[in-house]
């Protein structure tokens, strides 16, 4: 079944403590996005991945941080979490980025609730 | 800075009601997708719209594009409790870059 599966799908951890939410698409897609959603505000890109090795800042990266050694898969890192990354994160995967194919879907993992206190 | 806009934020309707939520922006979009969003699951795209004033239809959802690719609607027809969820536009700018709106919840009950 093609599809994007994030881990873990919860995690209420501390201020500081380093974290790292894994993602990982088995449809071959060249282009991968992190998310986060909150309230009132939508969903607003954090990263995103051209390919391999190509990561750019979306529009709040503040605190971030990704990596993407294989096709597959594109890690968010939180290397010290504070309560305002309190959110709701989902990672996305496309075949190529939107603006080279115009019906391009893009696939959105389930999720990842997270807390920091 | 929100790009989009959509309205309402909220809608609950009754099974068999219609209902229109709108997407609006000053920004000309390229393109403009219609996702849903149920509960404990990420977006799923229903849509995507590309040519002003095209007009798409999946069963009895109808989705619209400004003339100028500044906004967007969705209707539905004869709302069913199985539509109920969070309906989210997104706007597709420069570089393929998605700019989503922050959502209209629709609660259609039985």
């Known amino acids: 079944e093609a599809q994007v599966t994030q881990n873990p799908r919860y995690l209420i951890t501390v201020t500081g403590k380093k974290l790292t939410v894994t993602c990982s698409q088995n449809m071959n897609h060249e282009y991968m996005s992190w998310y986060r959603q909150d309230p009132g505000l939508g969903l607003r890109q954090i990263y995103y991945?051209?390919?391999?090795?190509?990561?750019d800042k979306g529009d709040v990266p503040e605190g971030y941080k990704v990596s993407r050694k294989e096709k597959r898969n594109f890690p968010l890192i939180l290397e010290s979490p504070s309560p305002n990354q309190t959110s709701l994160y989902f990672c996305?995967?496309?075949?190529?980025?939107?603006?080279?194919?115009?019906?391009?879907?893009?696939?959105f993992g389930p999720g990842t609730r997270l807390t920091v206190t | 800075t929100q790009l989009l806009e959509q309205s309402p934020q909220f809608l609950s309707i009754q099974e068999g009601e219609n209902l229109t939520v709108y997407c609006n922006s000053s920004s000309v979009f390229s393109s403009l997708q219609w996702y849903r969003q149920e509960p404990g699951e990420g977006p799923v795209l229903l849509v995507t719209?590309?040519?002003?004033?095209e007009v798409k239809k999946l069963k009895r959802l109808t989705f619209q594009f400004g003339d100028a690719r500044k906004d967007s609607s969705l209707h539905i027809t004869a709302a069913q409790p199985g539509d109920t969820g969070l309906y989210l536009c997104a706007g597709e700018g420069s570089w393929g870059k998605l700019q989503f709106g922050a959502g209209t919840q629709v609660v259609v009950t039985p």
């Open positions: 719209v590309v040519t002003g004033g």
């Open positions: 991945s051209m390919n391999v090795e190509v990561t």
């Open positions: 996305a995967s496309s075949l190529l980025p939107q603006g080279i194919v115009r019906t391009q879907e893009q696939y």
